[in-house]
């Protein structure tokens, strides 16, 4: 019988069993299933300030939606949209990190793009690599949610680690696809 024995750091995560064997890792992420150790509360933990869609446009150079190389007129048509959904991150460890870490992976600059709201809202949602991918731009996608996990020690289940394998496997470039916007 195999006990699991989570713990925690802030750039780790380790997962050992009762000194049998290491856990499954893949690209530097421990294999297993999503957990929810504590209730999700998005408004409290995961806030962040809309400030930030400025940055974002700074950093993309345009008001520019990678998932679908949209280019928007105004920052008005567009949502902040975190490549690594909060209710994910949460159910991947976050859940048993301090509301200091929480807020700060909320307003991590890595972990968010621009995306229409219907996209933001009603088509990738809280959804994970394995549930929803992006129609464009999926290698840069899948690598960014891999160093965004990383970065924060979080865990990974084999469904999205299968997901990202297949769609990391072939890419000559994880780079955002150059932006083609009017000025």
């Known amino acids: 019988m195999k006990i699991w024995s989570i713990c925690a750091g802030a750039a780790l995560t380790c997962v050992l069993t009762a000194g049998v064997s290491m856990a499954e890792t893949w690209r530097g992420l421990v294999v297993t299933p999503e957990f929810r150790c504590s209730p999700y509360n998005r408004k409290k933990d995961y806030r962040y300030s809309q400030a930030l869609e400025r940055k974002i446009v700074r950093r993309l150079g345009a008001v520019y939606g990678p998932y679908t190389k949209k280019c928007f007129t105004s920052r008005r048509e567009t949502d902040i949209e975190h490549i690594v959904a909060t209710s994910e991150a949460h159910d991947s460890g976050l859940c048993s990190r301090s509301r200091a870490e929480r807020l ?19 088509q990738k949602s809280g959804k994970d690599a394995a549930e929803w991918l992006p129609p464009q731009n999926q290698c840069w996608f899948a690598n960014r949610v891999v160093e965004v996990r990383r970065s924060y020690g979080l865990m990974i289940d084999r469904r999205e680690k299968e997901v990202l394998e297949r769609v990391l496997s072939r890419c000559e470039s994880t780079r955002m696809e150059p932006i083609k916007c009017n000025p």
């Open 104 to 122: 700060r992976f909320a307003s991590d600059l890595r972990n968010l793009t621009l995306a229409s709201p219907r996209i933001n809202r009603y």
